[in-house]
């Protein structure tokens, strides 16, 4: 092992040996100087998912949240410097995390909550005005085949828990108590100016925005919900869509 | 150029219809000068700064020292102005970044 392997691979565990060789500018005892350092590293990783996953954190305390991160940083250093993206894995291994098994809708409010900094930190565009849906639909011939471009920032989040309601309580818009987290529910998150919108979808919204999304045409996208979802309420749909801002344009 | 077969020129109408109808019910969000927020530089603590989304751009939380001229927060419109920043030449938050005084 390399000096510098040696020296990560003891930062994340405790239990292992701190890397001989090691000696402190003023003379003092490396061991206690790296694990002041080690220290720092670990609890600097677990109050950026705390940042991250306030919502995650208050589901389940700030006791067992903290335990939790401990375990998940000693096995995920940080891919990139961006801490931002630091988190990316946390819903996975959430998941699979046998102590938060009694949680089981807590993987996906940490999704939803990777979702709102990913649109945060996405790029800005500008949503469709009226005046330009208007001009739309003066070339309605042109329609089935023509395409939505969604905002940059949209993310889509298709759970069987109550994940908008359990966020949205948590926001303060009402009490934890009325919330069945076992209803489902699906999601979407988007930045269309300074500030990310939580939204929750109706019947068949999640399915007609990842046809969207995949380039489908807006006709096209129409009739595939239309198959698996008969009571997709289109109008209802698009009003939400265009009232939150999660179009950019309509390319024919 | 391609035919539109029955089934599409049905949706034509449908699809018109039911945009017509959304539009009516709601307004997409006014463009530009709208917003309920502006970008003010030069009033955010250390770190406390929000995102200036884009490529090679700085982002939240990574102002290096307090009331950085360069580090901007979303505050409420026309607010900015009136927030006092000790860096900035005009004593108060500003609506462009600036180069904090000595």
């Not at chain 1, 996906?108 to 005005?129: F, G, I, K, W």
């Not at chain 1, 309580?169 to 100016?193: C, N, S």
């Not at chain 1, 939400?240 to 179009?247: N, Y």
Request: hydrophobic share 45%; proline share 6%.
């Amino acid at each position: 092992m390399t000096l510098q392997a040696e020296f990560s691979a003891a930062l994340l565990d405790a239990e292992r040996l701190v890397p001989s060789g090691l000696i402190a500018w003023n003379g003092s005892n490396p061991d206690k100087r790296f694990a002041v350092y080690r220290n720092n590293v670990v609890t600097s990783l677990i109050d950026a998912l705390a940042d991250t996953f306030p919502v995650t954190l208050e589901l389940v305390g700030d006791e067992f949240f903290r335990a939790m991160a401990r375990v998940f940083v000693a096995q995920t250093l940080p891919r990139s410097p961006i801490l931002a993206e630091y988190g990316d894995a946390l819903p996975v291994f959430v998941e699979n995390f046998p102590p938060a098994a009694s949680v089981p809708y807590l993987a996906d409010v940490a999704r939803l909550e990777m979702l709102y900094l990913t649109a945060y930190h996405a790029a800005d565009a500008r949503p469709l005005d009226n005046a330009a849906f208007q001009s739309a639909l003066a070339d309605s011939a042109a329609l089935p085949n023509a395409r939505m471009r969604l905002h940059p920032s949209v993310g889509l989040l298709k759970s069987p828990y109550a994940v908008f309601s359990l966020w949205a309580a948590h926001q303060g818009a009402f009490g934890i108590g009325t919330v069945d987290p076992y209803r489902a529910e699906d999601v979407l998150v988007v930045r269309p100016r300074s500030d990310v919108e939580v939204m929750p979808l109706r019947s068949g919204a999640f399915y007609f925005l990842e046809q969207l999304a995949d380039g489908a045409s807006f006709g096209d996208s129409v009739m595939a919900v239309g198959e698996v979802q008969p009571d997709f309420d289109l109008v209802a749909t698009l009003s939400d869509l265009i009232g939150v801002g999660a179009v950019i344009a309509i390319n024919f | 150029m391609t035919k539109p077969h029955a089934q599409n020129a049905i949706s034509a109408i449908t699809l018109a219809a039911a945009l017509g109808a959304a539009l009516s019910m709601t307004s997409a969000p006014v463009a530009a000068a709208e917003g309920a927020n502006e970008h003010c530089y030069g009033v955010a603590l250390k770190g406390k700064n929000d995102c200036k989304a884009g490529p090679g751009t700085t982002c939240a939380g990574t102002s290096k020292v307090d009331y950085q001229g360069n580090a901007w927060k979303s505050v409420p419109k026309g607010s900015c102005e009136k927030t006092a920043s000790p860096t900035s030449p005009t004593g108060f938050g500003q609506l462009q970044e600036f180069k904090e005084k000595a």
